[in-house]
């Protein structure tokens, strides 16, 4: 700026110069704070998202946290698969497990890894076909253009490419479930509350809503102790008796510990005839090895099986072998990228598949299985300079079936796990009829994880919300219920 001042019939002139780089006190656009995470709890509570990363394998219980066999009341006995929600009639389920919570499954650093494209887009399907080997700028990135004919039992990525670096800090920064303990919480009160709403002639389900929505899965656990205590009846029980069909299913589930949900859910995919191939790979591709850990246990002490033997006994050739090595739950979960063993995975890789004929499955195994998330990602990225092709792609011309599926899961889960949960949400809307099943596992197991992540890229990847499409595709208080979870 520039002042003049006449004094005394003398001109004085000054100059004001604004320094440099100070232009401007706002934060740039995208950086505002979101707020993540929330109280540690004790029980089956979830604690919170750390700020970047993947947690390591002091987040989860201890090998004895979790009862032994018939810790949990009313589970079935030694040898028995469950029927929904696996207790008989008169019982309930799922005490509150012990030791820490369950936790989180936060989103890999923005940065890129290996010198790849700083811009990393989401995975864009399985396609076929070259791609150019350079983009302008020396950047390739990942093809977008999804080919659903080879791939139509299991869901692919939309082809939508997301700029990882205009994400809500909440992405990047870690992770975030739309429930959260209530405060000043009293489960006696709540108890009383969902006793008078089941009491006499009909039902209040609203009143219903709002206390499970509201709550954590640990308060949860306590107000269903406190409801025997002071009615001397099984809370799950009532429950049952008083609701039905999907919205039966969806108040049981959110009653159930994480770890016995999830435990629960394999058994329930693999007994009887038939095999839910899609619920093993979601589980099993995705979940940490703590995680992992604990379900192999809870398995073990709730349903007097093997899960490793179920597993093969219910699935066989590569398929078998892919999930087999997940059971394990031993994946290196070092966050430190190795930038050179990363070409070479991604040169051992393209000579296993592409680069001659026929398949070496094992060093796709082994690769996939073992090494980090954070890794995985460097990997893809070195191999898509390597072999002039996404790996999604290769993967897609050199499997088919269910190992094809859980392999593009456990790459999906390296790039961006939330997004791999929309897009699951997504398609168990889409057309057709609804998979509720799908829909209510996923909504419940997220609902404290990273449920507000998967909102966003939801809009992001589709330009509609999760909660327009729930409400289109369900109905009455089970409709509310969903809504209430996913904080529509």
């Known amino acids: 700026w520039v002042i003049f001042l006449y004094d005394n019939f003398h001109l004085k002139i000054i100059l004001l110069f604004q320094p440099a780089g100070q232009e401007s006190s706002f934060p740039p656009p995208g950086q505002y704070p979101y707020p993540t995470g929330f109280p540690p709890m004790g029980g089956g509570a979830y604690p919170p998202a750390p700020s970047s990363g993947y947690p390591g394998a002091g987040g989860y219980p201890s090998p004895g946290g979790y009862p032994a066999p018939g810790g949990y009341p009313g589970a079935p006995q030694s040898g028995g698969a469950p029927s929904y929600p696996g207790v008989p009639p008169s019982q309930g389920f799922g005490a509150p497990p012990g030791g820490a919570g369950y936790p989180g499954y936060p989103q890999p650093p923005s940065q890129s890894y290996g010198g790849g494209p700083a811009q990393v887009p989401l995975p864009g399907g399985f396609p076929g076909g070259q791609m150019p080997s350079q ?91 406190a409801f025997k205590t002071m009615y001397g009846k099984d809370l799950i029980s009532d429950l049952k008796s008083e609701l039905s069909g999907n919205m039966e299913e969806l108040i049981l589930a959110l009653f159930m510990p994480p770890t016995y949900y999830d435990a629960w859910s394999l058994r329930n995919a693999m007994k009887g005839v038939g095999t839910q191939e899609r619920v093993l790979i979601e589980i099993l591709c995705t979940r940490t090895n703590q995680e992992i850990r604990e379900i192999v246990r809870c398995y073990q002490s709730e349903f007097g099986r093997d899960l490793e033997k179920d597993i093969r006994s219910d699935t066989s050739g590569h398929f078998e072998r892919l999930l087999v090595s997940m059971c394990q739950g031993n994946r290196d979960e070092n966050q430190n990228v190795n930038h050179q063993l ?121 330009q509609k919300t999760l909660g327009t499409m729930i409400a289109s595709d369900t109905s009455g208080d089970y409709r509310k219920l969903l809504l209430a979870i996913v904080g529509q």
Do not use: H
């Open 135 to 225: 983009y302008p700028g020396g950047q390739t990135p990942y093809p977008g253009q999804a080919d659903t004919e080879t791939f139509s039992s299991y869901p692919v990525f939309s082809p939508i490419s997301l700029d990882y670096n205009s994400e809500p800090a909440a992405v990047t920064q870690g992770t975030q479930g739309t429930i959260r303990p209530a405060t000043n919480f009293d489960a006696m009160r709540d108890a009383e509350i969902l006793r008078k709403a089941m009491k006499g002639f009909g039902t209040d389900e609203q009143a219903i809503v709002d206390v499970v929505a509201n709550r954590s899965n640990d308060q949860r656990q306590k107000i269903k102790a």
């Open 342 to 462: 990363a070409q070479e995975d991604a040169q051992r890789l393209y000579q296993a598949g592409e680069g001659k004929l026929g398949t070496d499955e094992s060093c796709f195994n082994m690769i996939l299985a073992s090494r980090s998330f954070p890794q995985l990602k460097a990997t893809m990225e070195a191999y898509s300079r390597t072999a002039n092709r996404d790996l999604l792609a290769s993967i897609s011309r050199e499997f088919s079936g269910n190992v094809e599926s859980g392999l593009k899961t456990i790459l999906q889960c390296a790039l961006n796990r939330s997004a791999f949960f929309a897009e699951r949400l997504y398609y168990s809307m889409k057309g057709a009829g609804t998979d509720d099943s799908t829909l209510v596992r996923i909504v419940v197991t997220r609902s404290e994880i990273d449920l507000v992540q998967i909102k966003q890229l939801f809009n992001q990847m589709y």
